[in-house]
């Protein structure tokens, strides 16, 4: 690689365990910074599911800085989050992302899975592109790790070692037990199950033709209700993806995976006698009709140890209601490619995960908390957040709100210098806190340093 800037950098071989969307984020993100990377994946993809993943322009900078072909994951570029009421459907609280880009620099994507998920594997896998490419072994569904020495033991009876591990395996990952974390889930009051439709059909049926809104678009969600759904178009608005939660006492589906047979249109319209008759005609023609197991857990103490670290929803698995699961893997991935990166890394695996466990976990965590409120109070959720003006608005702690800025003022190259100046004693003089300016005035009031 090129000409290292700090003393003792060397190159490491990476075991990354799991194949997702942080996965192959994080071996771009290595691979880019000069380490080898070893993907390895329980399944052999065949069973990936047909929903969108947004990407807000946190999430979104990354892919621009680490060269993904993003018109690969064919993303509709959203321009409003539209909050309808329950009953008729018309707008109670809209936020528009008219300038997003202009001000954060970056687009709000809204990717369809599988797309997004072929797009990061492509680059983390293809000869071109800055570093080695990454390698990919399927059917590897990890058993056993040493945190100490760095092997893995998979089912299929191999046996590996690597410098560095991570665990990027998911909500139910083997990763987090290894490093000692056993954490006391339970399931949600609320339930989901998951729908498509086509534009095309919807059309063609003479409904309503909602792809031509290019919006994130909620109904309910208001007065404490576990009500509410959520239509997200992707796939260059040919896909509208419907999210559509309920009390679970009305359905339960929390011992459910993805991968079961589809279930029957009637088990998604049930809970929705009074819904706003324009989406319920949607759901009505709704196709691969899935739950989607909500279990909530609390924030887990660390998410470092040994020479093995967790990342995405290994290390923090959070309710859908902020839309920012993936963007938060996509940002553990960048937080390691910078760590280990030729101007950070000096060669001290435990003093880069240090700093990783510390940049990510009260960012992470912060989302992981917003996440569960906006689960049955959508002020909650960032952009909505700072609708005040509507009659229903109303959040637990004005001061603790998440919102746009704060997502997208944050620059992670100063929270890592910060912390690695730290670390070393060393002098650290960039008027940034927690990679936010000081100063700066946060829109729930909070002012940066102060
Ligand atoms: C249907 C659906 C829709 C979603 N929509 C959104 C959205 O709109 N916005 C958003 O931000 N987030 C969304 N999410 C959440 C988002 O997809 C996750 O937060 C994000 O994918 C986290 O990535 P990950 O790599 O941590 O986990 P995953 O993408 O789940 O990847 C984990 C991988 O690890 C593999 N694995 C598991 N165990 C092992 C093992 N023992 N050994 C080897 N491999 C293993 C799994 O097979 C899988 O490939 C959605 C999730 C789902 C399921």
Redesign the pocket.
């Known amino acids: 690689m090129g000409s290292n800037s700090v003393p003792g950098w060397r190159g490491l071989n990476v075991g990354v365990?799991?194949?997702?969307?942080?996965?192959m984020s994080v071996a771009i993100a290595l691979r880019r910074a000069g380490h080898q990377v070893t993907i390895?994946?329980?399944?052999d993809f065949a069973g990936e599911?047909g929903?969108?993943?947004?990407?807000a322009a946190n999430g979104t900078r990354w892919l621009h800085e680490w060269q993904v072909d993003v018109a690969k994951g064919d993303p509709v570029i959203l321009k409003q989050l539209i909050n309808r009421d329950w009953k008729t459907g018309e707008p109670v609280s809209v936020y528009d992302l008219a300038d997003y880009e202009e001000k954060w620099g970056y687009v709000y994507n809204m990717f369809h899975?599988q797309y997004m998920h072929a797009m990061l594997k492509d680059s983390a896998l293809e000869d071109q592109g800055k570093g080695r490419p990454a390698k990919l072994l399927v059917n590897?569904?990890?058993k056993e790790i040493d945190i100490h020495s760095g092997k893995v033991t998979f089912d299929n009876g191999v046996t590996v070692q690597h410098d560095l591990v991570v665990g990027?395996?998911?909500?139910?990952?083997?990763v987090r037990g290894a490093i000692g974390i056993h954490p006391q889930k339970r399931p949600s009051e609320q339930s989901c199950l998951?729908a498509n439709v086509t534009t095309e059909e919807a059309v063609r049926l003479g409904l309503v033709d909602y792809s031509q809104n290019s919006a994130l678009e909620y109904w309910g969600g208001q007065e404490g209700k576990w009500d509410k759904i959520v239509l997200?178009p992707c796939n260059d608005g040919k896909l509208l993806s419907y999210y559509c939660f309920f009390p679970r006492e009305q359905g339960d589906f929390a011992n459910q995976t993805?991968g079961g047979a589809d279930l029957p249109t009637e088990d998604l319209l049930r809970p929705y006698p009074e819904l706003d008759r324009q989406v319920f005609k949607h759901l009505t023609i709704g196709k691969e009709i899935r739950p989607?197991r909500l279990w909530i857990h609390d924030p887990y103490p660390y998410i470092a140890k040994g020479n093995v670290c967790l990342?995405?929803?290994?290390g923090h698995p959070m309710m859908?209601h902020q839309?920012?699961?993936?963007?938060?893997?996509i940002e553990d991935a960048a937080a390691l490619g910078i760590i280990f990166d030729e101007d950070h890394f000096k060669g001290d695996i435990g003093e880069a995960l240090a700093v990783y466990n510390q940049i990510r976990l009260p960012r992470a965590t912060r989302v992981q908390a917003a996440a569960s409120k906006a689960a049955y109070n959508i002020n909650e959720r960032i952009g909505f957040s700072v609708n005040k003006s509507i009659s229903t608005y109303k959040v637990e702690d004005p001061k603790k709100i998440l919102t746009i800025e704060e997502m997208n003022s944050y620059d992670m190259y100063k929270d890592i210098d910060e912390q690695l100046a730290k670390r070393r004693g060393t002098a650290y003089t960039e008027k940034y806190l927690n990679g936010l300016p000081i100063g700066l005035e946060l829109p729930n009031g909070v002012v940066v340093g102060a």
């Open positions: 365990i799991g194949g997702g969307i942080g996965g390895y994946e329980k399944s599911v929903a969108s993943v947004s990407c899975r590897h569904k990890c990027a395996d998911g909500i139910g990952s083997a998951h997200s993805w989607w990342l995405g929803d290994a859908p839309s920012q699961g993936a963007c938060m893997a």
